[in-house]
């Protein structure tokens, strides 16, 4: 395979060329090339290379610095600059670049090339010897650090000797003397760390960079990470040369970083920051806080003209928001990068619908567009006006990442996870956030940093992430040690609580109060195009009448879910469940039962009230019995007390009913055979229910749907009870008018689907239960797959936790089979799905594929479940 591709005036071989080879950068490059912007050129260096890398035990493979050195040749003859040059010396970058995006994980090299003799040519070539000294010493600086992976402080020390040598304190009034002293002194530490010379030969520097940047693909951070994004399967990292730029040769230079349209709002309009005499890492790095490129202007109107015009042509050709980088090199303008930008979820849907709007891209285009796990942060709270007006403001940041956030503050990102673990809110406050910080920046609430802008590491990572971010609040006093911040003359520690505003900036003292979020304009637009498009229904997973209420707000077109065991937990109800579950006979077991058909009545017209005219799937009791018993003696005392019985008897009670695995032990419609007469208070409750529903008109529409069935005997037997306690119930009701109840069952043992053509006769529906349906196939225990999931997750032997997406190849097999031996025997049968699977993009997919005929998750996710259901069917 050919493994290195230029890009630059003489050829650009990497266009049309695939992210998974050249990665996203590499491509893009070519591609901005390709159309005539000014791109300094270069070459990619492919993925592929890099997996051959390590399968050879990290190894460059043969023939791979062969092609290096044809396309350095290409290179030289295109800038007329020589690698090594004493009077023209040719510079590069070394930089990562793989098929996603992995802002500030990997390694880069700035400056390469130079060594004593080049360093003298870039004096006399730019005629500016502090500026070639610097670039020298930045590039044994950072070769020692990211390739030979030396101890920063070793640098550090010799600068500040230099500093002092010098008499002065900061690192830019150093004299070019100065600086050149600090390049032999620089040499010298290098030397006595490494064993070796600094290389001066620039391809021996290449081959070693280019070594150091494939080994970083591999690093604790970058593995966390891509674990953190769910990031599996790639070959591994591209690496980019390319002809360096200077945005740091004077006051004339500059650089920044920019999106075509405010990621965060969508708002069509030149959005990003640059920074005067300064390099592309000092941006990113949030060490100095840039101007917004709005203010560009004052300092060069032309520049800010060829940017704008730049959007435009990006825009066009990508129809798509983009992400780039600029430096300015005494006046001339030159594109690092441009890529897919980042954006909050409400900016993906207002870009969306203005694109289409603008023309840019069609309908189908827009609803293929938002990431439908993304809308979850257009469901995210925000804080209530009148709470936000009377709050406490301390300081403003910037508005980095939207959302509200409230919590304690947490003063490292390792403490903010162990907290954040132990079920704490925390807010994380840096002075500024580094990749190593990623799982804390995670694990935290909300992020506030002190340094750093709009594109600082912070704010790209948490805008990515749909968590609230204020950067940049340089108000605000860190004291990490001390673990306290002092801000507006007042100080902060970790158990004082603080919110913020991640659209306004905002800091608050303590906790303001947050409200629901509103779901109208283009957010609603969206919504109809995708509901245009789906031919899946979405259903919700509710049980009370406040869910139901919200869900169908949400769009969802029934309740695929009800289970009714979360109707038994409160204060009073628990007692009478508990009483049923005491009682030594079956009239006992009646009387308790009879206590709790009131609540359940009345719950379930809440229920078919709020979904008027939408069918209702309520499920019979379901979990194991013990789940309704305390375990701890102190709480048994209790119980027995307030049911007049021994505390050794609820002990008892509750021994009796322990299971090795309750979960494949005594509950579903396992239940319902022992038990019958629970069924029958559910089974009347439900119908009471719809016949109090028809004297007022409403609509019920209830499915009783009998779960963990595995053999066809089962359903047969318990679907003659449901009709029996129906028809018991309306005679009692002397309810003659229409009933419309249909019984059916879940799919969720792996014997259930491979006889669903049994089972089907006896069925009017299937739902299925895919969170039971994958504990069983694969075998892993619900309650206890956290103990070997994360080591199974880390070693790639799993891709995704099974029961978050559905592994399609397995339970999926399963399902497709269900679906057809039911129908095979009952055309048209209704299918849906309810496990936590129906609310996973991923997941809906294949559902669309297997052809069911609805989805039903939890309320907030049925937006995304509307979005994901077109996208599907697209
Ligand atoms: C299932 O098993 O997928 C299901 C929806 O039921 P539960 O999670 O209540 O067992
Ligand atoms: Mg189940």
Redesign the pocket.
Known sequence: DKMVYYFGKSKTEGRGASKSILGGKGVNLAEMTAIGLPVPPGFTITTQVCDAYYKSGEKMPKGLMDEVNQAVKTLEKETGKKFGDDANPLLVSVRSGAAVSMPGMMNTILNLGLNDAAAEGLAKATKNERFAYDAYRRLINMFGDVVMGMDHHVFEKAFDAVKKKFKVSEDTDVPAEGLKQLCEDYKAVYKKATGNDFPQDPIKQLELSIMAVFSSWNTTRAVRYREIEGIRGLLGTAVNVQSMVYGNMGEDSGTGVAFTRNPNTGENKFFGEFLINAQGEDVVAGIRTPQPVAEMPKWNRAVHKELLAIKKTLEDHYTEMQDIEFTIERGTLYMLQTRTGKRTGVAAVKIACDMVKEKLIDQKTAVLRVPANDLTQLLLPSFKPTARNAADVLTRGLPASPGAAVGKLAFSAEEARQRADAGEMVILVRKETSPEDVDGMNAAAGILTSTGGMTSHAAVVARGWGKCCVAGAGDVEINEKGKKIKVAGRTFGVKDVISLDGTTGEVMSGEVETQEPKLSGDFAKLMKWADEYRTLAIRT?ADSPADSKRAREFGAEGIG?C?TEHMFFDAERITHMRTMILAQDEKDRRAALKKLLPFQRKDFEGIFKAMNGLPVTV?LL??PLHEFLPHETASQKIVAKELGVSAAEVAKRGEALHESNPMLGHRGCRLSVTYPEILEMQVRAIVEAAINCAGKKIKAMPEIMI?LVGTANELELLRKKVEATIEETKAAKKFDGKLDISIGT?I?IPRAALTANEIAAHADFF?????????MTFGYS?DDVNTFLPDYLQQEILNVDPFQSLDTSGVGQLVEMGVEKGRSVKKGLKVGI???HGGDPASIDFCHKAGLDYVSCSPFRVPIARLAAAQAAL
Not at 768 to 775: E, H, I, K, W
């Open positions: 997973n879910l289970r499920r379901d979990p779960p879940m969720e739902s299925f239960g895919t969170n039971d349906l994958t504990q619900r309810c496990g936590e």
